[in-house]
């Protein structure tokens, strides 16, 4: 069973960068998809970016397409998000998740299978 876990979380000021790291574990990590959602309190989860593990084909919330970067390391089993121009909309709690099932809804988190702790993100204004 993989194991996903997020770091990089922080406080970050409007203007400022910051750079989310989910390293996977265990034999079963075989994904088609890794996607990173975040969620606030009182919120319902949602979409933030995704992108195929071996095709590199990315896709990102309206939200947030030119200021985040999904990216990933195949060697080092390790999917990233960098975030730029955040603003304070972008707080929140975020995490990484595998898809495991080509042809799936890759914009839905109810289709990954795995999901890390979470790691939180504070934008200040």
């Known amino acids: 069973q993989a194991q996903l876990i997020e770091s990089g979380g922080g406080v970050v000021q409007i203007g400022g960068s910051l750079e989310l790291s989910c390293a996977a574990s265990?034999?079963?990590?075989?994904?088609?998809?890794m996607g990173w959602f975040r969620q606030v309190p009182g919120k319902e989860r949602e979409f933030v970016a995704t992108i195929g593990w071996k095709s590199g084909v990315t896709y990102y919330s309206d939200s947030v397409k030119g200021r985040f970067t999904i990216s990933r390391d195949n060697a080092k089993n390790t999917l990233y998000l960098q975030i730029t121009d955040p603003q304070p909309v972008d707080t929140g709690v975020y995490y990484c998740?595998?898809?495991?099932?080509?042809?799936?809804?890759?914009?839905?988190?109810?289709?990954?299978?795995?999901w890390g702790q979470g790691t939180q993100v504070t934008v200040s204004s």
């Open positions: 998740a595998m898809n495991r099932q080509p042809g799936s809804n890759i914009r839905s988190g109810n289709n990954y299978e795995t």
């Open positions: 265990g034999q079963t990590f075989r994904p088609y998809y």
